[in-house]
């Protein structure tokens, strides 16, 4: 699995591709391929969401339910 550094660094390569094919396209809403490099660049987005909310759950998990209940309530 990547690692967030190597996630960041796709999610700025995909990012200029993707204001590049803006650039580059006549119909900028609909055109194909910038729709592609917004999906992935919005894929990668979600990736890194997904791992460090993963991160945070597995330090919540670490902490005595009782912990856990106040820090969510706060």
Known sequence: ?????????????AK????DAIKKAEDKKNDLT????RKKVKRLERK???????EK????KKKPKKERKSATEA
Not at 1 to 13: F, P, V, W
């Open 34 to 37: 910038s729709r592609q490099k």
């Open 57 to 60: 759950m597995a330090e919540e």
């Open 16 to 19: 200029t591709e993707f204001s």
């Open 48 to 54: 890194v969401a997904k791992i460090t909310a993963t």
């Open 1 to 13: 699995m990547a690692t967030l550094d190597q996630l960041k660094t796709h999610i700025e390569k």
